[in-house]
């Protein structure tokens, strides 16, 4: 079986070299000899050798092979390849080539829904995808195209893609200072070009932060995982035992937010990221892509009018108001698993891209953790880099409180993420559903001049929720009351209702409008449409001439 299947390799590498084809000018060529050697291992490179102990590992633990997944992800023969032969050859003598070993890295120009993007794919069949087996430049240079070019580069990580082995420092005969070729590109991608990465088996070290130092990264869960140090080196420095899953699984990194979204398999991290692309503009020079809709901008759905209760301890799902609201199946999830509560991601208003901003009052009861703060924090900056406008569906009880909320630095979270709302400069609208408390409500639905805000009914607002409000402000009256506590505490509450409406904070004109929930998806459309017919050209020149205010932060 085995000798066949060498035999159908070869076939495969002579079939690309067909004798019964006569190039005549070739054939007269000086350069006939170099052309066939190229033209060898180019087909050597392209064509898997299925006796090889790293390919047949990569089968049986059910991976594609580097090759499969490029051609899987990009749109049918696209791929342009960079660097086909680069890898590592050995030389007789008389300077005839005795082997050769493909570069365990391939990278080249394809197109995704007919757009042009740089793909960079570790081959975790070479040496297990360290850097050893690799040629260095490559990765670099696939970096600096995507920069260059100003497209999109997605990274498809398998393997540790960094230092590579210690048995170098034997081959070498020294130690060396550990170099990171091609950071300067990485991190100055961030505030030009979308950057995406799928975590495709292991993602060790260097890998580990190529998958972490993007906009959007996928894992995927039968056969993806991330980690520093893999378990051999961690045994070493913590004596801990552990697997490659229990180290740094996907469901472990998915409820972290090291890596954004979880995949049941390497063909849905493929269809993610092409989600993902289809809202992002080719770089931060263009807008983000208009899509045609048949979902009228008028629609209202009456579903709506009952969505949020209106006694206020009963919670609803914030999911059902997005999905009713945008266009119809435009909802793409950011980070479902991580950020206690916080809602991020994209969709499209009347065709137009919009980021999401919003909390889960089923969990953490609409209080923002550490972890909220950062998720938040993170895809602001995302929309800010890109220039998509920002609608944020208001129900923020404030910045949790307690032992825990300290310990964990909220208030320095917090900080980060008021400054990220001041500091970003893309068009902001604010729909108030339910609760907008203390500072971190504020920082939310108060940070533009003017404010562009309205708000539902069910709106609820204030320094402090009422609840705890009262009972700080009339602590002393409560206490003495003893066993009539309740009864006043219900009294005092009662007082407060009668100016608790927001019909009220409407009079004054601190909120504009109060709307029916009905109108919202109407209003807002309009108000998309406008922001990228008046408001967004004109920034989009500022950053092309001076670029961007503020740089990516991952």
Not at 144 to 170: E, F, H, N, Y
Request: charge should be neutral; glycine fraction near 8%.
């Amino acid at each position: 079986m085995g000798d066949n299947k060498a035999l159908k390799r070869i076939q495969s590498i002579a079939s690309h070299l067909d004798p019964s084809y006569k190039d005549e000018a070739l054939e007269k060529s000086e350069w006939k000899d170099t052309l066939l050697e190229l033209k060898k291992r180019q087909a050597q490179n392209t064509i898997p050798d299925v006796n090889d102990r790293g390919y047949i590992r990569q089968k049986t633990t059910g991976k594609l092979w580097v090759r499969e997944r490029i051609d899987a992800f990009l749109d049918k023969e696209t791929f342009q390849e960079i660097g086909s032969i680069a890898g590592q050859a050995k030389y007789n003598k008389d300077g005839s080539p005795k082997n050769y070993t493909p570069a365990n890295f391939v990278a080249g120009k394809g197109k995704v829904s007919s757009r042009d993007v740089i793909v960079a794919a570790d081959d975790f069949s070479i040496r297990g995808g360290h850097a050893d087996g690799a040629v260095w430049g490559k990765s670099l240079y696939a970096e600096q195209l995507a920069r260059k070019l100003k497209i999109p580069i997605i990274r498809l990580i398998d393997g540790s893609s960094g230092g590579g082995s210690v048995t170098l420092i034997l081959d070498k005969g020294t130690t060396y200072l550990p170099p990171l070729f091609g950071m300067h590109d990485m991190i100055a991608s961030l505030s030009e070009i979308p950057v995406a990465a799928a975590a495709l088996g292991p993602a060790v070290g260097l890998g580990a932060a190529r998958a972490t130092l993007t906009h959007f990264s996928v894992i995927s869960n039968d056969i993806g995982s991330l980690f520093s140090a893999g378990p051999p080196i961690v045994a070493n420095a913590t004596y801990e035992t552990v697997s490659k899953e229990e180290l740094g699984g996907a469901l472990l990194h998915t409820s972290n937010g090291t890596i954004d979204n979880l995949a049941a398999s390497e063909a849905e991290c493929f269809e993610q990221i092409r989600a993902f692309l289809s809202y992002m503009p080719t770089n931060n020079h263009h807008l983000p892509p208009y899509l045609s809709t048949d979902d009228p901008i008028t629609r209202k759905d009456d579903e709506l009018l009952s969505i949020i209760p209106r006694r206020r301890q009963r919670m609803y799902q914030v999911r059902d108001i997005i999905t009713r609201v945008m266009d119809k199946d435009s909802w793409f999830e950011i980070g479902s698993r991580w950020g206690e509560g916080a809602v991020c991601g994209l969709a499209r208003m009347g065709g137009y891209v919009v980021g999401i901003i919003t909390f889960d009052c089923t969990l953490k009861g609409s209080v923002i953790s550490a972890a909220s703060c950062h998720k938040f924090r993170r895809h602001i900056d995302l929309c800010d880099t890109f220039g998509i406008p920002i609608i944020n569906l208001a129900d923020y009880a404030g910045f949790a409180v307690g032992t825990m909320a300290e310990k964990e630095a909220t208030i320095r979270y917090g900080g980060t993420l008021t400054a990220a709302l001041y500091q970003c400069d893309v068009p902001y609208f604010s729909v108030i559903l339910r609760k907008v408390f203390g500072v971190a409500g504020a920082a939310f639905v108060d940070n533009r001049v003017p404010n562009m805000r309205i708000a539902w009914p069910s709106g609820d607002w204030g320094s402090l929720p009422l609840e705890g409000g009262i009972a700080a402000a009339y602590k002393r009256q409560l206490d003495a009351a003893g066993e009539n506590r309740d009864e006043l505490y219900n009294k005092i509450m009662a007082q407060f209702e009668a100016v608790r409406s927001p019909l009220r904070t409407a009079e004054i004109f601190d909120i504009p409008e109060i709307i029916d929930p009905r109108d919202t998806r109407p209003i807002l459309c309009e108000w998309v449409r406008m922001m990228y017919a008046h408001v967004l050209p004109s920034r989009l020149d500022k950053t092309r001439i001076h670029g961007p205010r503020i740089l990516y932060r991952p």
